[in-house]
Structures are given as C-alpha cells and as structure tokens.
C-alpha cells in the first residue's frame, strides 16, 4: 500500500481524496497497489467529514513520517507550498502538485532536486485542469521542435466571457458565479487580469524551450478591459473574444503574452466556450494538434492529479526526465509580432485611414458616436504610433 498526504483540503484537495475513494478499485489496479490517504493537512478543522480523522495542523507530522512517500500539494500560492515541496523531496518523498504559481517560479529548481533524489516531481495538472498537456509535451511531442503553442488557459475568464456573450451577463455577477462553481482562484485578481494564464503559458514554453520562462518577462493583460460594446462589435464582426496565452518559436527563443483576442470562426479556438480549455500546439513534424477539455473545477483537476500519483507509484526509485533547465530563457520581444487590431476610437474616418491607412470600418446595433475598425497587420510598434497619432481611442483588441 502506498501512503500519501495532502496538502490542503479545498476545492482540489478534496476533490483528490474523492477521487482516491470513488476510483479506489480502478487506482489499484493501474498503480499495481492500493493507494491511501494518511493525513491532509489544513488549517481548519472538519468536524463531519468522512476524512475528518486524517486532518493534521503540523507539517512536521508528514514530513518525519517515513510511511508517507508521495506528498500532494494543492494548497495554492508560491509559499509555504515550496518550502513544502523541498522539504518533501530532501525527505524522499515524491511531490504532485496542481499549483501552477509554484511550478512556474521553481519548477526547474524542484524537478532538478527531485532528479537528484531519484524521485518525481510531477504537475499535471498545473495547466488546463484536467486536460492532458503536460505529459504530452514533456513525452509524446519530444520528436518535434514547437513552433507555436496557443490556448485558452483559463476556465474562470472564458466561462466569464462565454456567458457574458451568450447570456448578456453582467462581469461582477457571473465572477461570482465562477467562484461558487469553484473555477475561480481565491483571489480572481488572478483570472481576470491574466496572470493565471500567464503563469500558465510559461510553464509551457519552459517545456517546449526546456529553459526556464520567468512569467514576470511575459506581457500580460487580462479581460477586465472588455466591455458590452466590444461584445456587441464582436458579434457583428462574427467573432468571439477569448483570452489567449501564446508562444512562438522566435529565432532560438521563444515570444510569449497573454491578451484577449478577437477570433474569427475558423479559428480552432472560436469555438471553446465555458469552462473548457484548449491548447493548439505546433509541431515542425507534427503540424497542428490540440487539446480540449475541462479546464477548471474539482474532480477534472484532480482527476490530473490522481494520474500523478499513479504515475509517481509506478516509477517508484525512478525518476521521469522532465526536459526543463534552470537557464534563464530570454524571451524575444513581443512588439515584434504582427496582428490585425479592431480599434474604437472617437475620431471621424478621414483621420483614421490618414493615421492607419486602409482599414474596415465595423458597425454594432445600439453603438453610435464612435469609429469601429479592423487595420490591417502590423506589429506593435506600427500600432502604438498610429494609435498615438490618431489619439482617442477607447479600445483595442488584437484579431486572429
Ligand atoms: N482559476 C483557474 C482557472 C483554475 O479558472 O482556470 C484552474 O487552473
């Protein structure tokens, strides 16, 4: 029997012991033993709870505990997590983990002490919740160089912007309703401006590069700019708004952000509504690929991590190579990508085609005493000086 212990008892850790209890039968057949919850460690108590016997406050109690070999965390944040996740691995435990703000800080410092130690760190579910991504493009893609990785990678922000659209919602109200329905971090500040996907899209692009992305080097900006009337422009142009984290292979670096992205219906990302995720790779053998799934939530979270743990018990003394160096990569300047831009401004269209040249002019029901459009492509740079030149625009929104 293998022992292990949680780290946290919320959304995710609890969904892990559900998971660990449901799939008990099915677990021990493809681990080759039986897996067991010995402690989860919180700082609350849970009088009631069918676990409330294996709840600890001491982290000491599982770290001295050498019937404990694996070590899950989902407590979220970079701290005391880390400190954990290190004194865990110096004790010979393996670590699994769902906490993407931990493993995009020291995911290259923890996997090269767990590769030291012969054991595992594995984090699966630290990106798209419980759609396999990791895995495949630290084992299924290493035939290929990736050129390009873009997805939806946070469930919070598209299941906000899907009912938004869809239902007419209002911002606040459906955030809140994101939060009850246990996709939102504890503070959304983290969804819906973006630094969620952020995170995401540089653990990523550490392992397509296998060098570290530091994701405070990534450009970032959320959704909390976008507007009903952009919504509105966005249906006439037969588009829909998503956030996108993005990479691309540039030179021998890589160009990463995040922003939300007007997408037109072709696009393999148009589509992806609610809660769901999708990452579209770009393999030079493999051409395009994409992943799809539940991005958010407790049980397809820790249906990710519950793999893990399986993967961890059946490399026990083995360490799976994880391709992803602690050297600093320099990302390429973002600025230097071209893009198409849907605009709002308040100037007249004379000034906008002398400022832009030729642009498509957009028109949106119940929207007056202002100039819609969509330039043509041109980098950043060319943007913000014909931006500056035309002055009062109220919007920006790059197309796909
Ligand atoms: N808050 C995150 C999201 C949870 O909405 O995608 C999954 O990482």
Redesign the pocket.
Known sequence: MVKIAVLGYGTIGSGVAEVVEKNREVLTKKAGEEISIKYILDLRDFPGDPNEDKIVHDYEIIKNDSEVSIVVEAMGGVEPAFTFAKEALLAGKSFAT?N?ALIAKHGAELIALAEEKDLNCLFE?????GIPIIRPLNSCLTADVIEEISGI???????MMTEMSEMGSEFDDVLKD?QQKG???AD?T??IEGY??CR?IAILTSLAAGKQVDFEDIYTEGITKITATDIKYAKALGRSIKLLGCSYKTGDSYCAMVAPYMLESSHPLYSVNG?F?AIFVKGNMLGDAMFYGS???KLP?ASAVVADIVDIVRHKGKHITVQWSQEKLELADHKKLSNRYFVRATAEPADVEAAFGAVSYVTAEGVSGETAFVTEEMDEYAYEAAAEKLGGVLQRIRVR
């Not at 579910?125 to 919740?129: C, E, L, M, N, Y």
């Not at 946070?154 to 299941?159: H, K, P, S, V």
């Open positions: 769902s993407k579910a630290s990106v798209g919740g990678l946070n469930g919070t922000t598209n299941y994101a996709y939102a971090e959304p983290a969804d969620d996907a995401k809660v995720n991005g958010a939530g979270t």
